[in-house]
């Protein structure tokens, strides 16, 4: 058996996490030896690894605070993996260190990533980043997410040899259409049924740009009063004031519910009319994926590879541009009864030709195999 040992930042609920988790649900247990080390705590995905029968390490570091104890740990836990897989900047660099001790066979990189501007980074990821950027000629590979990602890193010194696009994959089995999914929803939040119902999920972060999003909605609202939106997300509470100030600075407090993070996001997803990724930064948003399964249309600001993902099967706009993205939304409200099924239709038929799990598994399969 192959044994890899996986190192991230943390294991709370993102999109790394997320990937990681569905890594390790599909790929073939008997072929490897799999272990999972969280430079923080476990979090709700490491929970979730953990039912899966696999092993979950924490080392409790404080975000940003080098400790040696916490290398030491790693490196008595990696010493006989055959491959190291980190997820994120910060774990790069540690598995980096890590790696020169304990010697595995491979070392593989993961970047999830596009957007490196100063003003939508902290000083020390962007740091991180740089100097990641001169260590990336002495790892094995870089798995990037993201054309998008794959390119920023190129262009900011990564090494262009290393680097490999693998996008997030889908499990099509638990994201498809719930066809009483409306119903149940307007009678849990007692919400109207003649409603449209906009979703956005996303935990409270600058690069979602909730703010793009509710400006829009406050255009949209100028012109119509029939719907709500929905914000589901880690810290998409009412004890996040500066999201409420946002609502009630755009007239929307009475369009808006938020749900906090949810277990039930196909049930969402399939009760949504028109999913809205505003973000002025991505990766590979999985959430944009997740909602197309579920024949969700959606509109998406043009970053990171969100306009790849939705294709011809929805709307892209510029990134923080309310003005257009109201634009774009009204336009998907006014589309025919037979586009809007047409549409619905392509959406999950390219994710399941293009992005489904077994297919992404099959080139993770071959990064650990191959020479």
Known sequence: MIKIIHIITGLGNGGAETMLYKLLESINKNKYELEV???MDKGITGLKIEK???KV???NMKRGVPNLSAIRKTINLCKNADIIQSWMYHADLFSFIVSRFCKPKKLIWGIRRSNLEWDKNKKSTIMIAKINSILSRYVDNIVSCSIAATEVHRKIGFDKKKLITIPN???INKFYNIKEAKAKLCKQFNISSEKKIFTLVGRWEILKDHENCLKALRILSERRDDFVLILCGTNITEE???LLNMIEENKLKDKVLLLGR????PEIMSATHIYISSSSGEGFPNVIGEAMACETIC???DVGDSAYIVGETGEI???KNPLLLAKAIEKVLNYSEEQKKNKRKLARQRIVDNFEISNIIKKYNKLYEGD
């Open 262 to 265: 949810r277990d039930d996001v």
């Open 52 to 54: 899966l029968g696999i």
């Open 169 to 171: 994959g889908f499990a």
């Open 57 to 59: 390490h924490t080392l």
């Open 37 to 39: 080390i969280s430079m």
């Open 317 to 319: 706009v510029p990134r």
């Open 240 to 242: 996040n004031e500066k």
């Open 299 to 301: 509109v998406v600001t």
